[in-house]
């Protein structure tokens, strides 16, 4: 038990003494001496991160989408496009670190769309944007397809 209460401390005080200390603990299996608290609760802010950053990079890749689709503004074209290859890097790099993921993709795909789509709105009232996504809600589409030119195709 006192060993508990000094990794507690030791956890409180300086964070990557921790790791160091938890990591070597882990790698002798020293099970004993582990912080079985702090250690469940990053692993618990590890995943939890992951999950912010894939509707994190989701709204920012839907806001650009939807701007690089809808927005008549070349001046502006490269630096949406860049944006979407970053995020979509992004997505594609968590998604193969963490294939499970791509189920959480798909069920915050609303909420993100949502939000994006209230941010563009606000951002260019004079633009009419759809109230729904107009194109494939399929992982390997958003990471790949540039569906504005399926738009400028048909104008």
């Not at 630096?79 to 963490?98: C, D, H, M, P, V």
Request: hydrophobic letters at 40%; glycine letters at 2%.
């Amino acid at each position: 038990m006192a060993q508990t209460v000094n990794q507690l401390k030791l956890y409180d005080r300086d964070f990557v003494a921790w790791c160091d200390d938890t990591v070597a603990k882990l790698k002798a299996h020293d099970i004993e001496g582990l912080d079985f608290e702090s250690l469940i609760e990053e692993i618990e802010g590890l995943a939890g991160r992951d999950r912010r950053e894939v509707v994190s990079r989701l709204d920012v890749l839907l806001a650009h989408l939807l701007k690089r689709i809808y927005v008549v503004s070349p001046y502006d074209y490269r630096g949406w496009e860049n944006t979407i290859a970053e995020q979509r890097r992004e997505l594609y790099l968590l998604f193969k670190q963490s294939p499970s993921l791509k189920n959480y993709f798909v069920d915050v795909f609303e909420d993100a769309w949502r939000y994006a789509l209230k941010r563009v709105r606000k951002d260019y009232p004079e633009v009419e944007f759809p109230d729904e996504w107009q194109f494939s809600r399929e992982i390997a589409a958003l990471l790949d397809e540039e569906f504005w030119l399926a738009v400028e195709d048909a104008e």
